[in-house]
């Protein structure tokens, strides 16, 4: 079955440093990858969609990549700020339906 | 961007009682929500496809009976843990896609409901 992995639990980082998140997926091909933010208690908000087509995506401080032939997808933020703490969570569309699975999630934590 | 919107945020209650959590997307008809459960530090796990009209699709290991969904309008979904039991104890949150192409995948979360059991 298909199967999504964040390997980093936690990371911590100084503010201005970028941090790089790591989204590895098997069984699976894929049409699209995306990224959420989750803060504590709440649910999560969309931050990008990549296709399988397209390599990288921005958005303001926000990169994300998408590697078919590794099945990885890496989040960047650049000049992180203690408000980009939080749990990022990658997800892909279910094979059997509609619905996103996600992965488990990187808490990140920024210190000033 | 569209909103939906959960209610209750937080529930108590006693073991064996039944608990209802509503579901509704505020500026969009949505034919089609989600309902996940999240333990802590663990990711979201799909419970079911709620669709509007018909009956909903639950995943694996999901007991239907005990976690029932009703979606009788474009804007409201509702899931009721019925006899809850401490196991129970979940943060649930329910998803919305706004319509249009299929290319449109993003979803759109309410703010969750925890609860807890006693």
């Known amino acids: 079955s298909q199967k999504i992995e964040q390997n980093s639990e936690a990371l911590n980082i100084q503010e201005g440093k970028t941090a790089t998140l790591t989204c590895n997926y098997t069984?699976?091909?894929?049409?699209?990858l995306q990224w959420y933010r989750q803060d504590p208690g709440r649910g999560p908000v969309f931050l990008l969609l990549?296709?399988?087509?397209?390599k990288e995506k921005r958005k303001e401080r926000l990169k994300v990549t998408f590697d078919t032939t590794l099945k990885q997808s890496l989040f960047h933020i650049t000049a992180s700020q203690p408000a980009d703490s939080a749990t990022y969570l990658c997800a892909l569309r279910s094979q059997a339906g509609t619905a996103l699975i996600f992965g488990k999630g990187t808490t990140l934590s920024v210190s000033s | 961007g569209a909103v939906v919107s959960q209610h209750p945020s937080r529930v108590i209650c006693k073991s064996g009682t039944s608990v209802k959590i509503e579901c509704r997307s505020l500026?969009?008809?949505?034919?089609?929500m989600f309902w996940y459960r999240q333990f802590p530090k663990q990711s979201l796990m799909l419970m079911a496809t709620?669709?509007?009209?018909?009956?909903?699709?639950?995943e694996q290991g999901v007991e239907k009976d005990k976690f029932l969904i009703n979606h009788a309008s474009l804007t409201l979904s509702t899931l009721t843990v019925t006899s809850a039991h401490p196991e129970d104890s979940s943060f649930y949150i329910c998803s919305a896609r706004t319509p249009g192409p299929a290319t449109n995948e993003k979803l759109f979360f309410g703010s969750g409901t925890q609860l807890s059991v006693l």
């Open positions: 709620s669709n509007e009209g018909s009956k909903a699709t639950y």
């Open positions: 069984n699976y091909s894929p049409a699209y």
């Open positions: 990549i296709r399988e087509n397209e």
């Open positions: 500026d969009f008809q949505a034919t089609t």
